[in-house]
């Protein structure tokens, strides 16, 4: 008795196969269906974009004489100016490790506002920086202004986004459709039970 309750709760895999054989119209039409949601929803996102500059702090040298070596002193020191770029602008400013670059980064949806921010805070840079070098002028001074590594890159970052959320929504149609067809037919055999 026990081992025919054992043996009507073990599952053939050869079993599961052919139900996933003999529905697999119902498969397809699930899985059709879901990922044309997925398709819809990708052609109805908004772009996001992301804006990076980076920049390298300027540097003064300071000449010396006999008694006073040469100095070199950078016009800001970077991770200042990083938490400074992001209180004042809400953007982000990381440094490079062991460099005087720091990198500007933004994100959102309209490439305009993006591009904005990112020449309003590159125009502050500069202006600070100026200010700083009027500091240090003077007949034995070098200086070294601040100046752009590169130009302002925008991207479009919801391309990748976009094929991902198309593969998931295909995967996840295929695994919701296939367990559906299970279900029906798990009730089906319920059914078929209770009419013995």
Do not use: C, W
Not at 37 to 61: F, R
Not at 97 to 108: A, D, F, L, R
């Amino acid at each position: 008795m026990n081992s025919d309750i054992r043996e009507e709760n073990v599952v053939d895999i050869f079993d599961l196969i052919d139900i996933l054989k003999k529905r697999k119209q119902l498969i397809v039409l699930i899985t059709l269906v879901l990922t044309t949601l997925a398709v819809i929803y990708v052609l109805t996102m908004k772009p996001v974009y992301q804006g990076k500059v980076a920049m390298e702090i300027g540097k003064v040298y300071i000449m010396g004489n006999k008694k006073v070596p040469n100095i070199e002193r950078y016009l800001d020191e970077p991770y200042t100016l990083a938490e400074v770029i992001k209180k004042k602008f809400s953007i982000n400013a990381s440094v490079i490790p062991k460099t005087h670059i720091v990198i500007y980064t933004i994100q959102g949806y309209d490439k305009e506002k993006v591009e904005k921010k990112l020449k309003e805070a590159i125009e502050y840079t500069l202006q600070r920086h100026k200010k700083n070098m009027i500091l240090y002028s003077g007949n034995s001074t070098n200086t070294k202004m601040s100046y752009l590594i590169n130009g302002i890159e925008i991207s479009d970052q919801s391309g990748r986004s976009k094929t991902l959320i198309i593969l998931a929504g295909f995967l996840s149609a295929l695994v919701i459709a296939s367990m559906a067809v299970f279900l029906l037919e798990f009730l089906k055999s319920l059914q078929l039970r209770e009419t013995k």
